[in-house]
C-alpha cells in the first residue's frame, strides 16, 4: 500500500483541509472508507480551527474593568 492509498494519508488530507477553512464538500473521494477517513481528519482540523479562533479574538476591556472592580470589592469585603 503506498502511501497515499493509506487511510492515515487520508485523515491528515482531510484534518489540513479543515484546518484551512475548507468545506466540508470539498472532499475529493467518493470511496466509502477514503470519504469517511478524510471527514474524521476534516472535523478534527476544522474544531482545532475554531478552539483557535475563539482564542484569538479580542476580548472585550469590560470584562476585565468588571472584574478589577470585584477583585477590590472582594479585598474590602476580607479586611
Known amino acids: 500500500m503506498s502511501r497515499c492509498d493509506h487511510p ?3 485523515f ?3 484534518k489540513t483541509a479543515g484546518a484551512a477553512g475548507a468545506d466540508r464538500e470539498s472532499c475529493p473521494y467518493r470511496r466509502t472508507d477514503k470519504r469517511a ?3 474524521r481528519g476534516w472535523v478534527e482540523g476544522h474544531e482545532a480551527r475554531e478552539v ?3 482564542h484569538r479574538e479580542p476580548r472585550d ?3 476585565e474593568l468588571v472584574g478589577r472592580v470585584a477583585l477590590a470589592h472582594l479585598r474590602e469585603v476580607l479586611r
Open 12 to 14: 491528515e488530507e482531510g
Open 61 to 63: 476591556p469590560r470584562d
Open 8 to 10: 492515515q494519508a487520508w
Open 37 to 39: 477517513h478524510w471527514l
Open 52 to 54: 483557535a479562533r475563539v
